[in-house]
């Protein structure tokens, strides 16, 4: 795999992170396809009118359905769901500590029972590597342990040291296995320690010197306080090498990818675009909307008249409204798509801005704006 950052602004970098499945500009937003989807919308769509780079799997969601098997028959999961593109996957470790029931964690893995039908799995460095390979996705992802938010000093120490040590053996099952369909995989590690500072700073260490091609920034946006977030994300930032990617893990709004841009993050991810958007609230150039209000019952002009998108010029907010009241899936749709239509708008600027030599100012300005209640 191949980074290279060719600008800088401040902290923020743009740059191009090239996989076997094409080259992707940073800042990038990958948008949330857990199961195989992105909810509501087809590949057509994300790769056309949205020109989505990459997308995101996860491998707990994927392995309990459709599970190994049917994904191998397929031929991975490119070919599952007909998307052409770059593919990253979580690990599913966040998934098994916030969904599974009766986890129980121990050095060997992760023992956990579906919140599907109760049944018993257990997940470990090695085959969460394995599976991973079955996905065939181009960027794979260590299990860690994520602890949640307000944890003791104590329990972050312990998740710490045992997200090194599943690294270690995930880079080793990583080694000893080979990369699925022709197209070759990649593993990146996940820097934990919850808001404790020195020991963001011990994770980033340890997993650096294991010597992965990029690194998470994992554990945030589970409840801290957005100072917290942001100081963590400068810390591994400061931390990290500047030759490799850095990607924070489910974040978030537009001010909160604007501010971690700033402190030299290249990769995001989150479903607040996707599931913000199908409860009615839009993301637009202008600020944010609630489509569900009666204000907008009678509102003629365009979706989002500052976005180059077919659903922002061609939709007015009356009619999205109407859809809303109707419950129509067309109105999910349309919200889904205006939504990943202004973070990929909210990327292209952030890139541009960067390669300016004008980005401090660029961020300032669209916080204040994209944050607005219209």
């Known amino acids: 795999m191949q980074f290279e950052v060719s600008h800088t602004s401040g902290g923020a970098r743009a740059g191009v992170l090239t996989t076997g499945r094409g080259r992707i500009r940073t800042p990038v937003f990958m948008p949330v396809g857990t199961l195989g989807t992105v909810k509501g919308l087809s590949p057509r769509e994300l790769k056309g009118d949205l020109n989505t780079q990459i997308i995101l ?45 009766r986890c129980k964690i121990t050095d060997e893995g992760a023992v956990f029972q579906s919140h599907i039908d109760g049944s018993r799995h257990l997940f470990t460095p090695e085959n969460v590597v394995d599976f991973q390979r079955t996905l065939g996705s181009d960027i794979m992802m260590v299990l860690d342990e994520c602890p949640p938010a307000g944890v003791s000093r104590s329990y972050a120490q312990q998740a710490n040291r045992r997200t090194a040590a599943w690294a270690k053996r995930s880079k080793a099952q990583f080694a000893d296995s080979g990369s699925r369909y022709g197209v070759p995989q990649y593993l990146f590690a996940i820097v934990q320690g919850s808001t404790f500072a020195d020991l963001r700073r011990e994770s980033a260490q340890e997993l650096m010197d294991m010597d992965f091609p990029g ?40 001010a909160n990818l604007l501010e971690a841009i700033g402190r030299g993050v290249d990769m995001f991810d989150c479903v607040m675009p996707t599931r913000n958007g199908r409860n009615g609230m839009l993301f637009t150039t202008r ?33 999205v409204r109407h859809l809303f009241q109707c419950n129509e899936i067309l109105g999910l749709q349309i919200s889904a798509m205006q939504n990943l239509g202004l973070y990929a708008w909210l990327m292209r600027g952030a890139r541009q801005a960067i390669k300016e030599n004008r980005y401090a100012n660029f961020s300032r300005e669209m916080s204040a704006q994209l944050s607005r209640r219209l």
């Open 215 to 254: 690194y998470a920034i994992g554990g945030l946006s589970v409840g801290e306080e957005a100072e917290a977030l942001y100081a963590m994300v400068h810390v591994c930032c400061e931390m990290l090498p500047p030759g490799k990617p850095r990607y924070l893990m489910g974040v978030g709004t537009p």
């Open 57 to 101: 799997g996860n491998t707990y969601h994927l392995y309990l359905r459709p599970g190994s098997q049917r994904i191998t028959e397929a031929g991975g999961l490119h070919k599952f769901m007909a998307w052409e593109g770059p593919i990253l996957t979580d690990s599913g470790g966040f998934q098994v500590y916030s969904l599974a029931s």
């Open 287 to 319: 600020g944010v909307v609630n489509i569900r209000n009666r204000k907008w019952a009678s509102d003629s002009s365009p979706l989002d008249s500052g976005l180059n998108t077919y659903v922002s010029q061609t939709f007015t907010k009356a009619y």
